[in-house]
């Protein structure tokens, strides 16, 4: 009936969602995009509304959504700090009543539906690096809370599906990913930089910037997850880290950007906020093995990609 696999990207207009949407459709899919442009835009699938095989609706998915499809990739969710604490109540919502409606539908279809879970399921870590074996140092009253224990939950619900209803999931960790289409006032380290070094501000380090992360570029994210979905058997539902296990400092970040852009901005400290873990690294033995996925995009290549794209909005007025 269908010679196209129809694939529903929730989320799908946001940063990653819309490289995904690309990806998919030139893999031959007809996808269907969902939204509801809370932190996501128009613009990020803008080049894809001509396609055919292309569909944006604007949706929220913390109400129930009926359509026909073979697969869903499960996005939507505000990932930065500052948005998602704009409303943490939403934020909870959009995590579990959005997991619950998205695996529901996922039921109904006997769909496969992949969860876009979070190195903050982790927390602030007591182990380093981190295999999916760990469970994580949580603080669930915090300000992060809202995120951290709702993308908690949805990963319980993912295989209370699994064991209860044996639905076929699979449970991606993503840790920092960045790239052209990042929201640019969603105050990520590697935006935030970017922007003060192109503007001539000064660049705010948080504590000593001592404290590592890892950054992933993003096609090589949107990569691993397009191979978890469709490279690997039912029974392999992971959760499965996916990122770039090599570690820089925020200090080492800093200078990177200044390099890249040829700005003359200085550095100035601030203290740390309150949750903001010191160290996290991800462990990507299990991805390397049975995805046969590494990170290939070297973080000097990703940043000029990044920085080209906040150059294009800033020539465009959009900043
Ligand atoms: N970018 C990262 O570094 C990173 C790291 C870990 C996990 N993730 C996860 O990957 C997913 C995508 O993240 P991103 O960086 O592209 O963020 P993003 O904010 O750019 O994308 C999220 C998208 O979801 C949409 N959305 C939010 N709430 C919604 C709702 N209730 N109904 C429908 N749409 C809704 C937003 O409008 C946006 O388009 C998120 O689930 C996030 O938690 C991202």
Known sequence: MHLRKRVMVTGGAGFLGSFLCERLLEAGCDVFC???????????????????YFELHRHDITFPLYVEVDEIYNLACPASPIHYQVDPVQTTKTSVHGAINMLGL????????????????YGDPSVHP??????????????????DEGKRCAETLFFDYYRQHRLRIKVARIFNTYGPRMHP????????????????DPITIYGTGEQTRSFCYVDDLVEGLARFMEKTPDDFIGPVNLGNPREFTILELAEKVLELTGSSSRLVFKPLPMDDPKQR???????????????????????????????????????
């Open 281 to 319: 690294r991800p462990d990507i033995s299990l991805a390397r093995e049975a995805l046969d996925w590494s990170p290939r995009v070297p973080l000097d290549e990703g940043l000029a990609q990044t920085i080209a794209y906040f150059e294009q909005l800033m020539r465009e007025g959009c900043l």
């Open 185 to 200: 006032n969603d105050g990520r380290v590697v935006s935030n930089f970017i922007l003060q070094a192109l503007r001539g």
């Open 106 to 121: 996922a039921k109904r279809l006997k769909a496969r539906i992949l969860q876009a879970s979070t190195s903050e399921i």
């Open 34 to 52: 969902v939204d509801n442009f809370y932190t996501g835009s128009k613009r990020n699938v803008l080049p894809l509304l001509d396609n055919p």
């Open 130 to 147: 981190q295999h999916e074996s760990y469970w994580g140092n949580v603080n669930p009253i915090g300000p992060r809370a809202c995120y």
